[in-house]
């Protein structure tokens, strides 16, 4: 009886582990690789403006357009059928996300009205990357630990262009979100065409 015993314990942690990781794996958010490709694709394209002599004094004008074209062309493609069913199917994984993101991006939003109003626009570039970054670790508790690795590198560029001069803080933005979004978004699609397979 008691090795029957053992025997029945052991199988019903063994189902509790396999519950969890069903819960664990319908809770995750898959993000298309295509997503960061197309934001990375963006941020090269604003990063290459800036260079140009006539925009140069103009970037922080053209970084901020360039952000709600990538995030409108990143979340259209995460709103496609294909991904809407592994987003949010039941809303839960979708508002997991939301809540991961968004506190450190309104962070990002305050703090360029303060620096800008207080005439320290060279701390913006700095401030996008680390507080981008943060945002990217946080949303990768639902997604991926390549997200967390992303977010990890948005940090490092971050903290170096708080540091840097203006140019080179252009320079660090086309690296930061067009760069690593481009080679992040390869990595992740490549995974999740691995988990397809």
Do not use: N
Request: glycine share 12%; charged share 10%; aromatic share 8%.
């Amino acid at each position: 009886m008691p090795a029957k015993t053992v025997s029945l314990d052991a199988h019903a942690v063994a189902t509790l582990r396999y519950i969890r990781a069903s819960m664990d794996a319908a809770g995750a958010v898959a993000i298309p690789g295509s997503a960061g490709m197309v934001m990375g694709i963006v941020g090269l394209a604003a990063a290459a403006l800036c260079f140009l002599p006539v925009l140069r004094d103009y970037w922080f004008v053209v970084w901020l357009a360039a952000a709600p074209v990538a995030a409108s062309a990143g979340g259209l493609l995460l709103a496609r059928p294909a991904s809407l069913l592994t987003f949010a199917a039941t809303g839960t994984p979708g508002r997991k996300l939301a809540l991961c993101l968004l506190p450190s991006l309104f962070a990002g939003a305050a703090m360029t009205f303060v620096l800008w109003s207080e005439a320290r626009i060279g701390a913006i570039p700095g401030t996008w990357l680390l507080l981008y970054g943060c945002a990217l670790i946080s949303a990768s508790v639902p997604t991926t630990s390549l997200v967390a690795w992303m977010g990890c590198c948005f940090v490092g560029l971050g903290v170096a262009a708080l540091f840097a001069p203006l140019m080179v803080q252009m320079v660090l933005l086309g690296l930061g979100f067009g760069g690593l979004h481009i080679l992040f978004g390869i990595l992740i699609g490549r995974v999740g065409h691995g988990r397809k397979g």
